[in-house]
């Protein structure tokens, strides 16, 4: 009889899957590698220390909270070496993609025997909007499961491969990357473009979200914050961020509002939206990072949709 692992991409997935009748030991994946430094080397202590001061610094997490959520669930993977198959469960969208990189990755050094397959949602039949997991139907979601996809070994050394540049101190080298369809991870090109985007773009020093973040205040005039972080939450295709990452957005951006309660934009901000201010040497901070890449040693062209290097 094979023995399963399921790893998943969230606490709120973990709940389902439990209710579900799957065979198997269920993992969950407590992190979010699409924000702040990453290093290469996965669950190496340099690699939980850079996550851990990132995480304590910018979003106040503790040392116990972090030990107890992250670590032990970590540690419980480290402890499951009889599975000969893994199951991974995560979504299209950019905090998923950069999770689901990471863990491959991991697997590849350390589970090397085991048959490591797929289930990744997003696309559905009469839908416009790319759907979660928890979005979705027990039937649908047993069907993804009975369809999963077998990673081979090509695939799992390109995922390994696309975390190294991720985590490189240069993101020119992810432009390059072009084969995506030779490879079984049919959201990931879309999902390193709007990591790409999240450079300052040249025009204003803002990024891609920025830019929308302000967009948002001028055309959906929120009458508070919380209402404000609720349509960005709805309106944000393909980030999957929660709304503490929305919140230290707007907090990076207050200079920018006269107000949040409503949302209103100073006047500066309305220049820098309308390209007519660029308020990059306002925002450059020293250790802000994207993966493995200082963020303000590079800006985006969103012209060309290429990246430049300061």
């Known amino acids: 009889m094979n023995s399963l692992l399921h790893i998943t991409n969230g606490d709120a997935f973990t709940d389902r899957l439990k209710s579900l009748p799957y065979k198997g030991d269920i993992i969950t994946w407590r992190e979010m590698l699409c924000e702040g430094k990453t290093i290469s080397t996965v669950g190496s202590e340099t690699f939980w220390k850079t996550r851990f001061e990132f995480l304590n610094e910018n979003y106040k997490v503790s040392k116990s909270w972090f030990i107890e959520k992250t670590l032990k669930e970590y540690r419980s993977l480290c402890n499951h070496k009889q599975q ?5 469960w995560f979504e299209y969208d950019l905090f998923c993609q950069i999770n689901m990189l990471a863990v491959i990755s991991w697997l590849k050094t350390h589970r090397r025997h085991a048959e490591i397959s797929l289930v990744c ?60 369809e030779n490879y079984q991870f049919t959201y990931l090109a879309d999902a390193l473009q709007m990591h790409l985007q999240r450079f300052p773009s040249i025009r204003n020093g803002l990024n891609a979200l920025e830019n929308k973040v302000l967009n948002t205040a001028i055309e959906a005039k929120p009458k508070s914050k919380k209402a404000f972080v609720g349509t960005l939450l709805k309106t944000q295709e393909g980030y999957g961020f929660g709304d503490s990452q929305y919140d230290r957005v707007l907090t990076k951006l207050k200079p920018l509002f006269s107000s949040f ?20 040497a306002n925002l450059r901070e020293g250790n802000d990072y994207l993966g493995g890449a200082l ?16």
């Open 121 to 180: 949602s997003g696309k559905e039949k009469g839908s416009s909007k790319l759907k979660a997991l928890n979005e979705l139907t027990d039937e649908r979601l047993a069907e993804l499961y009975e369809n999963r996809k077998v990673l081979t070994q090509d695939d799992i050394e390109f995922a390994d491969y696309v975390w190294q540049l991720y985590c490189s101190d240069n993101p020119i080298r992810l432009e390059n990357l072009g084969d995506f």
């Open 295 to 310: 963020k303000y040693n590079f800006l985006y062209n969103t012209e060309s949709e290429r990246i430049l290097k300061l």
């Open 84 to 88: 000969d198959q893994i199951v991974l």
């Open 261 to 280: 309660n409503p949302v209103r934009l100073t006047k500066v901000g309305k220049e820098v939206l309308a390209h007519q201010t660029n308020f990059y």
